[in-house]
């Protein structure tokens, strides 16, 4: 089910889509086209990693980071 596609309009950046071995289908944006290539192998090489973490857990602690970013050294007032 492993599937991608890299496209570039002009004047724009290139444009990855992949699809993972469970269906789970990514995309993402890279201004050289090997970055691009570079990303696909990156989600296929860690698709069972991806499939096997809880993505509302990453989804929090990310959250979480930004605040502390936000409020360290942008010294704006904290999300509640």
């Given at each position: 089910?492993?599937?991608?596609?890299?496209?570039?309009?002009?004047?724009?950046?290139?444009?990855?889509?992949?699809?993972?071995?469970?269906?789970?289908?990514?995309?993402?944006?890279?201004?050289?086209?090997?970055?691009?290539?570079?990303?696909?192998?990156?989600?296929?090489?860690?698709?069972?990693?991806?499939?096997?973490?809880?993505?509302?857990?990453?989804?929090?602690?990310?959250?979480?980071?930004?605040?502390?970013?936000?409020?360290?050294?942008n010294n704006l007032r904290e999300i509640l």
């Amino acid at each position: 089910m492993r599937d991608f596609s890299i496209t570039r309009k002009q004047g724009e950046w290139y444009h990855a889509k992949v699809t993972d071995s469970y269906g789970n289908t990514y995309d993402n944006y890279f201004e050289e086209a090997y970055e691009a290539n570079n990303w696909i192998y990156y989600i296929w090489e860690n698709e069972e990693w991806f499939n096997s973490v809880n993505s509302q857990d990453l989804l929090s602690k990310a959250i979480l980071n930004c605040k502390e970013i936000d409020s360290k050294n942008n010294n704006l007032r904290e999300i509640l």
